[in-house]
Nanobody
């Protein structure tokens, strides 16, 4: 059974930073691209960042580019999202997801396993 467990969310002031983690089990982690998505209250879930199975290639949403950094440690079966210079618009539940294939992708329908999410709240 595949499990993805996010952690690291919380309340932070605008301009602050958070480090999100996602621990994976039940899959050959290095064979799967990983993604971070988020969903704000009343809005559709949206792509944030993605990384390929080897951790060599990454891709970001425009809103995340230059502020967020996605990384992974295949020895620890974990993927991370370093979120910097946060704004209230970043407030959302953040989800990690495992892609069907090795490469990275911003397409939500290419992800087959999802975590339960972690809340990030940015106060102004």
């Amino acid at each position: 059974q595949v499990r993805l467990i996010e952690s690291g969310g919380g309340l932070v002031q605008a301009g602050g930073s958070l480090s999100l983690s996602c621990a994976a089990s039940g899959l050959t982690f290095s064979e799967h691209g990983m993604g971070w998505f988020r969903q704000a209250a009343g809005k559709a879930r949206e792509f944030v960042a993605t990384i390929d199975g080897g951790g060599h290639e990454t891709y970001y949403a425009g809103s995340a580019e230059g502020r967020f950094v996605v990384s992974r440690d295949n020895n620890k079966n974990s993927v991370y999202l370093q979120a910097n210079n946060l704004t209230p618009e970043d407030t959302a539940v953040y989800y990690c997801a495992a892609r069907i294939w090795y490469g990275y992708s911003n397409f939500e329908n290419e992800y087959e396993h999802w975590g339960q999410g972690t809340q990030v709240t940015v106060s102004s």
